[in-house]
């Protein structure tokens, strides 16, 4: 079974950056779409960014221009480059796999807040 660890959160003031890793174990990483995912307090989880096997790339409107995701598939990594951080980033960040979604992993929280 695939297990996802992300880790990288943190308290950031606005403006501020950080950058997120996700470690996902198994042999399904290489050939598949990976997604960050967050969810706010009250809120439904969303995908923020989506990475496919040869590196294209597609962000949700919120993140665009600040966000970059990136992958190593020799190292089964991706991660998330987040600059420019608002106080609406607040949430905690997953990381799954886009079109065969595997067990979620614990996340990581990133709250902005001055």
């Known amino acids: 079974q695939v297990q996802l660890v992300e880790s990288g959160g943190g308290l950031v003031q606005p403006g501020g950056s950080l950058r997120l890793s996700c470690a996902a174990s198994g042999s399904l990483f290489s050939i598949n779409t990976m997604g960050w995912y967050r969810q706010a307090p009250g809120k439904q989880r969303e995908l923020v960014a989506r990475i496919a096997s040869g590196g294209s790339t597609i962000y949700a409107d919120s993140v665009k221009g600040r966000f970059t995701i990136s992958r190593d598939n020799a190292k089964n990594m991706v991660y998330l480059q987040m600059n420019s951080l608002k106080p609406e980033d607040t949430a905690v960040y997953y990381c799954?796999?886009?079109?065969?979604?595997?067990?979620w992993g614990q996340g990581t929280r990133v709250t902005v807040s001055s």
């Open positions: 799954n796999f886009v079109s065969i979604g595997q067990p």
